[in-house]
């Protein structure tokens, strides 16, 4: 007799195989079983089996002149209520970016909070000589962005323990990276109570950056706008004013998203 708890597990190792064989398809295009099985580490037979299933909730097709696998378009049609959402929020925030920059001429940002990482959904680029930027759809650790911790200040209690707990000493990528629950934590005390991050260079030496955190209609923080460029422009420029800047369009972005504000949060 089968036991629940070992269910359980082998219910979790199936996903969690399928989903290995779902992101090598997703990075390789059109497969063979074979290849899937060596890039998933997994046994042909296996990867046949949850391959059949995936083809049959059409997450996955199969070629009928070569017989290799690639994504379905299921896939497409899940993802489009998240499209939707990431649509409607880039263009409710796109003409406060834009506004953002003419008012800095540094290169303004719309991010996400995905797990333990950010992902810029969409930019205007600085018009200064010197500025940064980032390519739209990429990954950065969140515990190392201005954005990443403007968001997560704003979420569940604990959120530093339940994401990195067991996981310290955190990813380093400089010597100002905070990397303990404890520091991240601490930091989340200071972003709520002057209602905006600041990123001293902790993702990349020379780099700073301010960010200020988006709310939806639920009133849970759903995004945040930043600002980034050379850290003597962003973190020992007149940083008071910046942050007064992006909490004023982040509030205005938020209440177009259904947010209302009950706490108005000033710069200090």
Not at 18 to 45: H, K, M, N, Q, Y
Not at 228 to 244: C, K, W, Y
Not at 248 to 268: F, P, R, W
């Amino acid at each position: 007799m089968v036991s629940v708890s070992s269910t359980r597990r082998d219910s979790v190792q199936s996903l969690e195989r399928a989903f290995d064989l779902f992101e090598a398809l997703a990075a390789g295009g059109e497969l063979g079983v074979t290849e899937l099985a060596e890039r998933t580490g997994l046994v042909p037979s296996t990867a046949h089996r949850l391959l059949a299933t995936l083809t049959k909730r059409g997450y996955v097709t199969q070629s009928s002149v070569s017989g290799r696998y690639m994504l379905g378009y299921k896939v497409v049609e899940v993802a489009s209520g998240l499209e939707h959402r990431l649509s409607r929020l880039r263009a409710v925030a796109r003409p406060h970016l834009e506004r953002i920059q003419q008012a800095t001429g540094e290169t303004a940002n719309l991010v996400i909070l995905d797990g333990d990482r950010v992902v810029y959904v969409d930019q205007v680029e600085g018009s200064r000589r010197v500025r940064m930027f980032t390519v739209v759809g990429t990954a950065a650790l969140a515990h190392t962005t201005g954005a990443g911790k403007a968001i997560m200040a704003y979420g569940p209690p604990g959120i530093a323990t339940s994401l990195y707990s067991g996981r310290e000493p955190l990813e380093r990528l400089t010597a100002r990276t905070l990397v303990t629950v404890e520091a991240l934590e601490d930091d989340f005390t200071r972003i709520r109570r002057r209602g905006y991050a600041i990123d001293h260079e902790e993702h990349e030496e020379g780099v700073g950056c301010v960010a200020a955190p988006l709310f939806d209609h639920t009133g849970r923080p759903c995004a945040a706008i930043s600002v980034s460029g050379p850290t003597a422009r962003i973190v020992h420029a007149d940083m008071a004013e910046l942050a007064a800047l992006l909490i004023d369009h982040g509030g205005q972005i938020s209440e177009a998203l259904g947010y209302h504000v009950a706490e108005v949060h000033t710069a200090s």
